[in-house]
């Protein structure tokens, strides 16, 4: 499968380092790494983050409505139940993370990343994606409806009884996921383009009334 180009996250050589205690961050944190910080439940709202590394860190149920991140990776780290609202993703890596039931609905993920996470039950609503890749994640029971895809790859994602009500998939390839139970229009013309394999082709014909020997 050829694999389209994303541009990775150009991180600080000497980076501020911080550990296992979460420091207060001002509107703006650039150039530093974090390991094992536990910002759980903090205010980040709006907040700036450009140059920077967490690893193992704790956001659960924090409010990150309107932060903007820039050349950020997250290693292993926990955003369950996190406010990602509107957040904004550029040149970002996930991996190894998870996000159960994450808002991250009207988000934006340019030259993003997200390999080996769970986002389960996770809203990516009406989240507009440029140039990012989801590689073996879990997105079982996530919303995906109405999003904005201008380059996406999906490769062994599992999708099961995911909503892509009103999201076009025009172009990418999604033989390789996990289709059961997904939600999608009466006419199925999310999947207009869309590349799906031959047992993906026969359950959706059989949704449209037509029987398959």
């Known amino acids: 499968m050829d694999t389209m180009k994303i541009l990775s996250p150009e991180l600080p050589q000497q980076p501020a380092e911080y550990r296992n205690t979460a420091p207060a961050l001002e509107e703006r944190t650039e150039n530093a790494a974090f390991y094992s910080c536990d910002f759980s439940r903090r205010d980040l709202a709006g907040n ?30 926990d955003f369950s139940g996190a406010l990602l609202r509107g957040a904004s993703f550029r040149r970002a890596i996930f991996c190894g993370s998870k996000g159960m039931g994450a808002d991250c609905s009207e988000g934006y993920f340019a030259d993003a990343r997200i390999e080996q996470c769970n986002f389960s039950y996770a809203n990516f609503s009406e989240a507009k994606f440029r140039a ?14 109405n999003c904005a895809l201008k380059g996406l790859e999906l490769q062994k994602v ?56």
């Open 48 to 77: 700036e983050f450009a140059g920077v590394k967490f690893v193992g860190c704790k956001f659960v149920s924090a409010d990150l409505r309107r932060a903007d991140f820039c050349d950020t990776v997250f290693e292993n780290c």
């Open 132 to 145: 990012a890749r989801f590689l073996e994640c879990d997105l079982a029971d996530a919303s995906l409806s």
């Open 158 to 213: 599992r999708l099961a009884r995911a909503e892509l009500y009103g999201t076009l998939f025009r172009g990418v390839d999604l033989t390789d996921c996990d289709l059961a139970g997904v939600t999608l229009s009466q006419d199925l013309h999310e999947l207009r383009g869309a590349t799906v394999s031959a047992l993906h082709a026969a359950a959706f014909l059989r949704a449209l009334g037509i029987h398959v020997k």
